[in-house]
C-alpha cells in the first residue's frame, strides 16, 4: 500500500480507503487513453509541416510555401480545406463515435469502452501509417476519432468514480496530464523524424502512435470495472469485492452504500425519464448539464488546440526555419507536461476555482502581447521578427501554455465528470465529449483560415472569449473539492447562490 487516508462524507459519515496499488495501476493503465488522444493532436501539426508529406498529399500547399515567386501572405501559406481536414476528420468522428459510446459504455461498463478505444487507435494507427492516398489517410484519422471518442467517454468516468475523493482531482488529472505527454512525445517524433532521409519521416510519426493504442488496449483488459459501473449495471456482490480491493480496507460499506443508494435514485430517475438522456433536461440536472456544455465551449475558444494542432505551422508562418518551427513546439510540448504536474499537486489542495481564475489572467496577457507583437512585426509580406521579439513570442505562447495546463485543460474534463448524478453520468458524458468534439473540429477546420483572414487579431479574438470564461467562472462554476462524488448535489447544488433554485422541487 502506497498510504492510506479517510475521506469524511457529509452528515460525519467517513469513508476509509487507502491509496492501494491497484488503484494506482488502474488510473496509469486508463489515462494512457489520453496519452493516444495528446499524440495525435500533437503529430498532425508536425506531420503537416514536413515537406515529404505536403508533396504526397497536399501539393498546392506544397507549392505555395516552396515557391518563392509566389506573393502568398504569410497568414496564408496553409490555408487549405483539405490540409484542415486531415487534422479535423478525427474529431469530427470522435463527435459521431460518443454518442454510439454512451449507451456502450452504460450497458458493458467503463472497462469495455475502453477497450474498444483501445481497438479502434491500433487499427487507425495502422491505416494512417501505411496510406498512399488521400482517402485512406483521412479513413485512418476517422478510426483513430473513433477510439477519442470511446475513450474520452469512458476514461474520465472511470478516474473519478475509482479514486477515494482525496485524491479525486489529482487521479483524474491523470488523463489530462498524459494527453500533454502525448502532445509531447508527438512534438519530439516530429523532430527527430523531420531529419530522416528518404522523406518517408511522417509515416514513422504516425506509426509510433501504436505504442500508446496497444498500452490502452494491454490496460483495459488487466483493469477492473469500477464498482459504480458494476453496480448500475447489477453485479452488486462483484462491485463490493472490486471496491474492498481498490480502497485496501475491508469497512467498506459506508462507501458502498452510498453507492448503491445512488444507484437506486438512478432506476428512479430513468424510471421517470422517456430516453437516456431525458434526464439531463430534469431541473435538478440542468446545473451540472449547463456547466459541462459551457466549460467545453470555452475550452476550445481558449484557442489553445488552435495552437497544438499547428504549432510547427504557426511558428514557420511567424518566419521561423522549420527546425526552429519543430524545436519550439517541442518546447511548449515540455512547459504543458509540467504545468499539468502543477494542477496535479496543486487541484485537492487551492482547489478548482482558484486554478481557473488565475490562469483567466495569464491567458488573457499573453495573448493580448503575442496579438500586439505580430501587428508590429510580421505583415503579410514581411517576417522579420528577429531575435528578442521571436524570444518574447516563444515566452508568450509557454505562457499561455503553462496556464491552460494547470486549469482549462484538465479541469475542463475533471469538473464534468466528477459533478453530473449516477443516472445521468454515463449521458452527461457523451454530451461532454461531443460538445467538446463539436467545438475542436470546428477549430481545426477553421483556424488555418482564420488566421489567413484576421492575422494577429485572431489572437485578441481568443482572448475576448478568455475574459468571457473567467467571468463565468467567478458567478456560477462551484467549488468542488473534497466533496464526495455521490454528494454534489447536497453539498455543492443546493448551497450555490445561483443554482439553489435548480434544486427547489428535487423531492416532488
Known amino acids: 500500500m502506497a498510504g492510506g487516508i479517510i475521506t469524511s462524507a457529509s452528515g460525519g459519515t467517513h469513508f476509509e480507503a487507502k491509496i492501494t496499488f491497484a488503484v494506482i495501476i488502474s488510473c496509469i493503465m486508463a489515462a494512457t487513453g489520453g496519452l493516444m488522444f495528446g499524440y495525435d493532436i500533437g503529430i498532425s501539426g508536425g506531420v503537416t509541416s514536413m515537406p515529404r508529406f505536403l508533396q504526397d498529399f497536399f501539393p498546392e500547399v506544397y507549392i505555395k510555401t ?59 494507427t495502422g491505416f494512417s501509417s501505411l496510406a498512399r492516398s488521400l482517402f485512406i489517410l483521412i479513413i485512418g484519422r476517422v478510426l483513430l476519432g473513433c477510439g477519442v471518442g470511446f475513450a474520452n467517454q469512458a476514461v474520465p468516468l472511470f478516474l ?3 479514486a477515494p475523493t482525496r485524491i479525486r482531482g489529482a487521479l483524474n488529472i491523470l488523463f489530462q496530464l498524459n494527453i500533454t505527454i502525448g502532445i509531447l512525445l508527438a512534438n519530439l517524433v516530429n523532430w527527430f523524424t523531420s531529419k530522416m532521409q528518404g522523406g518517408n519521416g511522417w509515416r514513422v510519426s504516425l506509426g509510433f502512435g501504436g505504442i500508446p493504442a496497444i498500452l490502452l488496449t494491454i490496460g483495459s483488459i488487466m483493469v477492473e470495472d469500477t464498482p459504480n459501473s458494476l453496480v448500475e449495471r447489477g453485479f452488486e456482490e462483484y462491485a463490493k469485492v472490486v471496491l474492498k480491493k481498490i480502497r485496501g480496507v475491508d469497512n467498506v460499506d459506508p462507501e458502498f452504500e452510498e453507492i448503491l443508494n445512488a444507484s437506486k435514485a438512478a432506476r428512479e430517475a430513468k424510471g421517470r425519464s422517456s430516453a437516456p438522456f431525458g434526464g ?48 519550439s513546439a517541442v518546447i511548449t510540448g515540455a512547459v504543458n507536461v509540467v504545468s499539468t504536474l502543477v494542477s496535479v499537486y496543486f487541484v485537492d489542495k487551492l482547489g478548482r476555482r482558484v486554478l481557473l481564475l488565475e490562469a483567466g489572467v495569464q491567458m488573457f496577457v499573453s495573448q ?77 477546420q477553421s483556424f488555418l483560415s482564420m488566421l489567413c483572414r484576421m492575422k494577429f487579431a485572431i489572437f485578441w479574438f481568443f ?46
Open 280 to 327: 439531463l433536461l430534469m431541473r435538478h440536472n440542468r446545473p451540472p448539464f449547463i456547466i459541462a456544455i459551457f466549460m467545453q465551449v470555452f475550452q476550445q475558444f481558449t484557442g489553445i488546440n488552435a495552437i497544438m494542432f499547428y504549432a510547427p505551422v504557426l511558428f514557420s508562418t511567424l518566419g521561423f526555419h522549420s527546425d526552429a518551427s519543430l524545436y
Open 463 to 508: 482572448s475576448a472569449w478568455v475574459l468571457l470564461m473567467s467571468l463565468f467562472t467567478i458567478f456560477l462554476i462551484p467549488e468542488t473539492k473534497n466533496v464526495p462524488i455521490e454528494e454534489m448535489q447536497e453539498r455543492v447544488w443546493k448551497r450555490h447562490w445561483f443554482w439553489k433554485r435548480f434544486m427547489d422541487r428535487i423531492e416532488d
Open 160 to 162: 473519478s468514480e475509482i
Open 368 to 444: 493580448m502581447v503575442i496579438g500586439a507583437v505580430l501587428m508590429k512585426k510580421v505583415q503579410d509580406y514581411s517576417d522579420d521578427l528577429g531575435k528578442g521579439y521571436a524570444f518574447l513570442v516563444v515566452v508568450m505562447v509557454c505562457m499561455f501554455v503553462s496556464s491552460f495546463a494547470w486549469s482549462w485543460g484538465p479541469l475542463g474534463w475533471l469538473i464534468p465528470s466528477e459533478t453530473f448524478p449516477l443516472e445521468t453520468r454515463s449521458a452527461g458524458a457523451s454530451v461532454t465529449v461531443f460538445v467538446n468534439m463539436l467545438f475542436t473540429f470546428l477549430i481545426a
Open 66 to 124: 516552396k515557391d518563392t515567386r509566389r506573393k502568398e501572405s504569410n497568414y496564408c501559406k496553409y490555408d487549405n480545406q483539405n490540409l484542415q481536414l486531415f487534422t479535423s476528420s478525427l474529431y469530427l468522428a470522435a463527435l459521431v463515435a460518443t454518442i454510439v459510446a454512451s449507451p456502450v459504455n452504460r450497458t458493458l461498463g467503463r472497462k469495455q469502452t475502453m477497450l474498444a478505444a483501445g481497438f479502434f487507435f491500433v487499427v487507425g
